[in-house]
DNA sequence: CTATAATTAATTGTGTCCAATTTAATAAAG
DNA sequence: CTTTATTAAATTGGACACAATTAATTATAG
């Protein structure tokens, strides 16, 4: 019998995997100055872009369930970037709503790219054409 | 200011990020069949084609380290798929092997990456690019 | 040979992730 | 209008992932 298929090397898995973990330790350096996570980064990146989101749209947005947003969540709002409060229309909702001092944040934070760009050693083809087929990847949830 | 860098849809560590997380919760109901995660599956994985790693080896290979591959092993070595033994030549060294039991588990793992291949709609040539690229990123850590 | 340095696992603490369940609120059906 | 179904967040439990530290072992320098 031919086991080649369960090498880790004939994985396309893996190096996705690898990756994931890889760019995101990348960031850390960055990030750690502006005191976010990753996962607190990409949130914050939705509300500086929206200013205001339901969870349920956040969790849509970073393909992410309630389990992980909600304690995400309330560390930002630990932090004083967010305010957290029930939408009075439908208290089901959870609204998220940036702070003063989370707008401020955006600043510091647009240096982040900037630096992220310079550790990512793809042509910008190269880069386009991974963007493309990862979302490729993602579309047929 | 101009903050296009910042939103969520011009990132590319985004869907890489969304992307990794997305393939292992495809593994998982195949994974569930043989009773592993995806971390102890990638880990078997090693151990399928060497029989026996030090726990250090293994770890480069995963590119994981002891804080994530120690309980990952002892889970392993609790459904008694590998042993854990020191080398008597440098007691620092943990040799993980194969047992009788974990090398049964091959045959049947060897249907997931097909039944996974069916799970991911790239074309052949767009997985090779996907592959190529990703190892590249990865290269220079 | 012995003190110091280097190497390797294990441990600790924090922060995700996710499946499954629970709780609360709203909508829909009868 | 009331019972049932649906929806959304929160909670719970299990498994990573990683930085930082610790402990044990081996190597090296003087």
Redo the contacts with the bound molecule.
Sequence with gaps: MNYDALKLENQLCFPL?ACA?EI??RY?PFLDEIDL????YIAMMVLWEHRQV???LL?EKL???????????K?LEEKGLVD?ARDPQ?????VVTLTPRGEALRTAAARVPEQMAACVSLEPDEAATLYKLLYKLLGNN
Tied chains: 1, 2.
């Design positions: 995997y973990r995101v330790k850390k996570t990753y996962t607190q339901t969870s349920k969790g393909r992410l369930d309630s389990g992980t947003l909600t304690p995400v969540l560390k957290r439908d208290e089901r909702n959870l």
